[in-house]
Structures are given as structure tokens and as C-alpha cells.
Nanobody, 115 residues
Framework: QVQLVESGGGLVQPGGSLRLSCAASGSLFSRAYTAWYRQAPGKQREWVAQITSSGVPNYLSSVKGRFTISRDNVKNTVNLQMNSLKPEDTAVYYC?????????WGQGTQVTVSS
């Protein structure tokens, strides 16, 4: 069983930055696939970024160059540094961890980009 606790959301002006963190319990985190998703009001949840167990990142095209995903396999955390935020980035952001074929989700953290 893996439990995920997210933090770091909030209200920021366009062009600002936020850093999301996701702390995972359990001993298999280093073998896990990890990702961030988001869900805007009235829209389906969408994949934002992923980082493999070996540290290879990949990004949604609309966030590439602005967002950076990273992980720390000692601290069992996966982070999302978000720069140059735009109003269209407003959403609830969810941490996702897949380990041994099982899917785990965080509770979500609200990110609002508004002036």
C-alpha cells in the first residue's frame, strides 16, 4: 500500500511560479513510475508530466520548457516545478504513482493562476 500526500498548491499571478511536492510512503518508491496529472473545471483529467524510475522525464507539450518534474528516491518524493504559469494552468493537480502494477493517487492540490 502506498499513500501519497501532496503540497504546494495555491494562488499565483500569471508569470509566477509554484512548486508541487508529493511524498510517498512505502519502500518500493525507487521502482515506481511517477507522474503528475491535472483536472480543470469541466474538463477531463490530463497527464502533465512523468518521470521514470531511472529518471527520464517527459512532458505535455503545452508545459514543456515551463515545468520540470524531478524525484528523490531517498526522500520518496516527486516534485513539479512550475514556472511562467498561465491562467490555463489553473486546475487541481494530482500525483500518480504506479508500482508493481498498482495505481495510486494523491488527494489533489489546487493551483489557481489569476491576476
Amino acid at each position: 500500500q502506498v499513500q501519497l500526500v501532496e503540497s504546494g498548491g495555491g494562488l499565483v499571478q500569471p508569470g509566477g511560479s509554484l512548486r508541487l511536492s508529493c511524498a510517498a510512503s512505502g519502500s518500493l518508491f525507487s521502482r515506481a513510475y511517477t507522474a503528475w496529472y491535472r483536472q480543470a473545471p469541466g474538463k477531463q483529467r490530463e497527464w502533465v508530466a512523468q518521470i521514470t524510475s531511472s529518471g527520464v522525464p517527459n512532458y505535455l507539450s503545452s508545459v514543456k520548457g515551463r515545468f520540470t518534474i524531478s524525484r528523490d528516491n531517498v526522500k520518496n518524493t516527486v516534485n513539479l516545478q512550475m514556472n511562467s504559469l498561465k491562467p490555463e494552468d489553473t486546475a487541481v493537480y494530482y500525483c500518480n504513482v504506479v508500482v508493481l502494477g498498482k495505481d495510486y493517487w494523491g488527494q489533489g492540490t489546487q493551483v489557481t493562476v489569476s491576476s
